[in-house]
């Protein structure tokens, strides 16, 4: 058992002064008690580590509910597209036809590494690059490149495994399988990590676009098998609308009611250009939305009404989608100032706790997994944030210190330095700003070995 003591500790849903955490052997959750109790406890057994954080906040782990690691390599193109559709074929086919594992676990684990150091301790990766680039499958080569990248660093994974059947572009090669084939590959991989303790494998048929109905309802079904739940990208552009209304004859959450697979299982990625009956028929269903404000703002996609989600109780998590930036605390602010800046107002979600649970609690939600939140029994996933860092005063010394903490960690910006350690599983991944079980200058290296 270790024992981490820490100034503060927020259990995602609970601030705590002078407790400690114990976490066992399994990297979960043992305890969360007060220092007393633990001195108590330490008479009885040996605890086999102690860490001191006397300055610190320990928080949950940031849940990242959306990534594409590979776009990492777009970042120095961001400026150049003219709208969606000539990134998609001017900027990201040409980088998917070029894609390769040695590629692939590069810019996975530049990303990834990133991640982890400010403050995120599990990724939901939307994987979609499941073939060679002559259009036959990589036999899970591609996606087990990535899931390694992850493994390396000691950053827990999603594997959301896109399912692609439909499209004639020379970059859609790269994502297109027969769908029976789609869901078995995706249900090897899900019962070769059944067990892991840091990888699980999720279903996504891809889009409205890139999936036929019939992949639909069968990822739908093969979540329901897995018990997970189950992404796709929905109504992210304006055109999506048209696209759905030529296919189904209706809304693209129209689209899903009639295929009959919304329900709580479905996680809508985007969920942008909703009507507001639509929004109320995803609320009566208990689906969920993956949030992605900055990707989102960069590609021109439009705003989506959080604040109607926050009060239709709809459970709202975050992502970093295209991965120009990898910090959920910056997604979270730009959650609330789109909504400030569309409806004209200030205080549309209350940054404590609703900003707040986004980052973590509605991840864990959003994935599936025992994460986010900080009780026995669920993952030891959290890191320890300097509140004496000169960024983040004077909030340590306000008299409501819990609001004014979650406040300034959300609205003011912050840099990575501020964070002493990231633990997931229990495990240092992070100390003091540097990976513990990934050489630093590897992440470097691995970026010049595929592209110098
Ligand atoms: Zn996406």
Redesign the pocket.
Known sequence: MKRINSKYIDTGTTWLSDHCLLVNERGLIERICTSAEADALHRQIEFEEELNFPQALILPGCVNT?S?AFQVLLRPTTGQPRHFQDWVDRFLYPLVLAQDEDTLYASALLVFSQMLKQGITTVGE?FYLNNLPDGSSSRQRNVQAVLQAARDLGLRISLVRALYDQGEKEGQKRFKEPWQQAIEQTRQLALQYQKHARVSVLPAPHSLHGASPDLIQAAAALAEELDTPWHI?LAEQQSDLQLAQERYGTTPVGALDQLGVLDERTVL?HAIWLNEADKDRVAAKHASIAY?PLTNMALGDGIADIAGWVRRRVTVGLGT?ANIQTDLFAEARTVEYLQRTQNLAMGCIPAARSLYRMLHLNGGKVLGLPVGELQPGMAADFLAVNLEHPSLLPAAYAEEVETAVLNQLIFSAWPAEAIQAVFVGGETVVEAGRLTLVREENVAEEIRRILG
Do not use: A, C, L, S
């Open positions: 959306h594409h939307f990208h990625v992605n989608d």
